[in-house]
């Protein structure tokens, strides 16, 4: 599936997005976040969470800066 919108940093992005984005399993994307290694989400309300685009945008960078 090809991204229908453009880069928007302030927009927030919710799990099954996330999960798109950086083809990781939710519980992975868990571990990482509990370790520190992965954006914290931000609580949307006691059901939703959410994500900053900017810091998954980032996230994904720093990850394919390390892989060279």
Request: aromatic share 6%; hydrophobic share 40%.
């Amino acid at each position: 599936k090809t991204r229908e919108t453009p880069y928007d940093p302030t927009r927030l992005l919710r799990r099954p997005a996330v999960l798109e984005r950086i083809a990781l399993s939710d519980t992975t994307i868990s571990r990482l976040e509990r370790a520190g290694k992965f954006p914290r989400a931000i609580r949307l309300s006691p059901g939703a969470v959410a994500w900053r685009e900017s810091d998954i945008e980032a996230w994904i960078a720093e990850r394919a800066e390390a892989s060279r």
